[in-house]
Nanobody, 127 residues
Framework: VQLQASGGGLVQAGDSLRLSCAAS????????MGWFRQAPGKEREFVAA????????YYTDSVKGRFTIARDNAKNTVYLQMNSLKPEDTAVYYC?????????????????????WGQGTQVTVSS
């Protein structure tokens, strides 16, 4: 599967952005999805994950209550709605896909667990 992330940009603190990640192919609902980010000089970190079914989600503590991950299997797209953005959210954001079997309600938080990665979209939050 190929992933195309979009929706990044330059915003001010407190603003919102919605990232999208469009997947190619007709088996999108066979994949659990995740968002990761990497700030300059830092390691890639987990942000949010959603199960194949969309029934379960998980967030890193720093974005809980501000970010929401969702998926539309009919559109082969996963979204990351980011509200109340902070300067520390500045990073390149990557979407990732993990093919799963019968574990339709599992989510995954480690980068090595994912099989496919998008190209990244830059999010810059000014203070």
């Amino acid at each position: 599967v190929q992933l195309q992330a979009s929706g990044g940009g330059l915003v001010q603190a407190g603003d919102s952005l919605r990232l999208s990640c469009a997947a190619s192919g007709r088996t999108f609902n066979n994949y659990a999805m995740g968002w990761f980010r990497q700030a300059p000089g830092k390691e890639r970190e987990f942000v949010a994950a959603i199960s194949r079914s969309g029934a379960t989600t998980y967030y890193t503590d720093s974005v809980k209550g501000r970010f929401t991950i969702a998926r539309d299997n009919a559109k082969n797209t996963v979204y990351l709605q980011m509200n109340s953005l902070k300067p520390e959210d500045t990073a390149v954001y990557y979407c990732a896909a993990k093919r799963t079997g019968t574990n339709i309600n599992y989510y995954y938080t480690r980068g090595y667990q994912y099989d496919y990665w998008g190209q990244g979209t830059q999010v810059t939050v000014s203070s």
